[in-house]
């Protein structure tokens, strides 16, 4: 388990950047990749990034060539750069553990707005 804390979001316009942050606290961090996630308003929650704990990346195709993760173990930090956001990017971001299983605890999140 890890207890994460997400931040950086915002309302930004398409085209727009913004760079999402998450401390992670928790022994587990060390030893797992981790991800973000998002939900859109009336959907559920998907996964968009993950990283490994070597620092391999794998994204979802939507994202592909727009986003990038990167974490800092040393600082239990994880990163989601965004860039050529797009109105459909729009929803609440979340870090954690990939993968997650019921009993996961989820952050608030930061919620990302991206206008047309």
């Known amino acids: 388990q890890v207890q994460p804390v997400e931040s950086g979001g915002g309302l930004v316009q398409a085209g727009g950047s913004l760079r999402l942050s998450c401390a992670a606290s928790g022994s587990d961090f060390s030893i797992n990749a981790m991800g973000w996630y998002r939900q859109a308003p009336g959907k559920v929650r998907e996964w968009v990034a993950s990283v490994t704990t070597g620092g391999t990346a794998n994204y979802q195709v939507s994202v592909k060539g727009r986003f990038t993760i990167s974490r800092v173990n040393l600082a239990n930090m994880v990163y989601l750069q965004m860039n050529s956001l797009k109105p459909e990017d729009t929803g609440v971001y979340y870090c954690?553990?990939?993968?997650?299983?019921?009993?996961?605890?989820w952050g608030q999140g930061t919620q990302v707005t991206v206008s047309s």
């Open positions: 954690n553990t990939v993968p997650t299983n019921r009993n996961t605890y």
